[in-house]
């Protein structure tokens, strides 16, 4: 569903048609943020992963967003700092997973993933009383496991994983989505 909209993208931001021939002339330049549709896949990926869960007997509810105090009680001028993952999963009232989606390359980059992924998604983990924090990449791949040491088990492990943003598709793209999360949620395979 993306693939089309992408190739558009890609053509304006190039200064190319689709046809392929370079032009010389500028008119309007735009900048799309392709992040919003990451979040929006994932969204979608969290529903999917809610229904595989109820077909095997699992009720895992999906957190609605909202911001979740990180630090409290400032001293001075300071002030309370909050954190708002982009996806929270919750069984029996308890918080299992939070997801960070990340609009950037996978595990093909140098010096991957970025401490900025890993600082945030640890500590939004740690806000919501979660095991698990999981960085989400649109590019397809199985997930990587890390143990986490410190925060007292919470989160006990990081998981990054792609969805496949760039090769969406209506209703099956939602389903792909679903079926790598979960696979998130079924835990840390054995070494």
């Known amino acids: 569903m993306y693939q089309p909209a992408w190739s558009i993208a890609v053509a304006i931001l190039s200064n190319s048609s689709l046809l392929r021939s370079t032009g010389q002339h500028r008119g309007v330049e735009v900048a799309i943020e392709a992040w919003p549709l990451l979040e ?41 700092r909050f954190v708002e993952p982009d996806g929270q999963l919750a069984e029996a009232g308890q918080t299992i997973a939070t997801f960070e989606a990340k609009y950037s390359p996978g595990p093909l980059a140098s010096r991957w993933p970025p401490r900025s992924h890993i600082f945030q998604a640890l500590s939004t983990a740690a806000a919501c009383d979660s095991p698990l924090a999981v960085l989400v990449y649109p590019r397809s791949f199985e997930p990587i496991w890390w143990d986490v040491a410190g925060f007292g088990g919470q989160p006990s492990h990081l998981a990054a994983i792609g969805v496949g943003l760039f090769s969406y598709r209506r209703g099956a793209g939602d389903i792909a989505a679903g079926q790598a999360l979960s696979k998130v949620l079924a835990g840390r395979p054995p070494p």
């Open 40 to 80: 929006h896949l994932l969204e979608r990926g969290l529903r999917a992963a809610q229904q595989e869960a109820a077909a095997s007997g699992r009720t895992i509810s999906i957190v609605p967003k909202g911001l979740r105090a990180l630090l409290t009680n400032p001293s001075y001028s300071a002030s309370a």
